[in-house]
């Protein structure tokens, strides 16, 4: 009975119900701190996020609008594509909406490739805030969509360049599905990449830090990653800076792979001693 009373009197003040009701909405929905960022959930970073990375916008070109772009063309030349070995990954960056990044490659080097894709979806978002931030202009200066043609090796033997036109024939004209402008193009050498010492003293140091195994090849996976990601980086830089001198923006580059690769020893290092830990208490139940 006393329902039906409540339900009565509710009839009865329809506008003050609302707004009681408005009122407790408010004060549910506001929020009593800063809101966390987008970019990595509050993992890994060292200071509160600019409000910049809170308000994600729209991908500027979606990875899907990009595939059904690359679908609708004829089907001969799909085909020609495809029997070619030419293969087409897609990666973007989680807490900005540009620049899709298109890994051109062969199907050989498919896993590799793919390497470059987690590198930018992944190790990007947990890389120190910092280091992002040094990237925050370039980045949302950058074309909206960044072809990379990733290549085994260069007969020049250099990491990468860019490229002052696209080659990669489906990107090389603007279209709208990739957002209208003109894309931006570099190549990199993986297998360079590989055998490159970025920072001698620092990747041999933390190299001796990992057992021989499986915690050393994680490591050295990452390690690549890092690496690849600070080349895609530094060509961005000099992409949308043409007039800032190589060495600040090598500096930047590399000031970039050094705090993130030492985020991730860090990192790794923190779940060693979880493991060990965990396996010591196993062993006092036993
Ligand atoms: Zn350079």
Redesign the pocket.
């Known amino acids: 009975m006393a329902g039906l009373a409540g339900s009565a009197q509710i009839g009865q003040f329809p506008s003050l119900l609302g707004r009681v009701q408005g009122w407790l909405a408010e004060a549910l929905i506001r929020p009593t701190h800063r809101p966390q960022p987008v970019l990595d959930g509050g993992r890994n970073c060292d200071q509160q996020p600019s409000l910049s990375n809170v308000m994600v916008p729209e991908p500027a070109v979606t990875p899907d609008g990009v595939k059904a772009y690359l679908a609708s063309r004829p089907r001969y030349i799909r085909w020609r594509e495809w029997l070619g070995g030419r293969r087409y990954a897609l990666a973007a960056f989680t807490d900005r909406p540009r620049p899709l990044v298109v890994v051109a490659h062969s199907r050989a080097d498919s896993e590799k490739a793919l390497e470059l894709v987690r590198a930018v979806e992944r190790d990007w978002a947990e890389a120190p805030q910092g280091c992002r931030e040094a990237y925050e202009e370039i980045l949302r200066s950058s074309p909206k969509l960044v072809v990379i043609q990733f290549r085994r090796t260069n007969i020049c033997g250099c990491l990468g360049h860019r490229h002052v036109i696209v080659k990669e024939p489906p990107f090389a004209e603007p279209h709208d599905a990739l957002g209208g402008d003109p894309a931006g193009e570099l190549d990199i050498a993986y297998r360079r990449v590989e055998s490159w010492v970025a920072l001698p003293l620092t990747d041999i140091a933390l190299d001796t830090q990992f057992a021989a195994g499986s915690r050393l090849r994680d490591f050295q996976a990452a390690r690549l990653r890092l690496q690849l990601l600070s080349i895609l980086l ?2 961005i ?2 992409m949308v800076r043409s007039q800032e001198p ?1 060495t600040s ?2 500096e930047r ?1 590399l000031a970039f792979y050094r705090d993130a690769l030492a985020r991730y020893v860090d990192n790794a290092k923190a779940s060693l001693s979880l493991t060990i830990d965990r396996s010591f208490s196993r062993f006092e139940q036993d």
């Open positions: 530094h060509e830089n000099h190589e923006i090598r580059s």
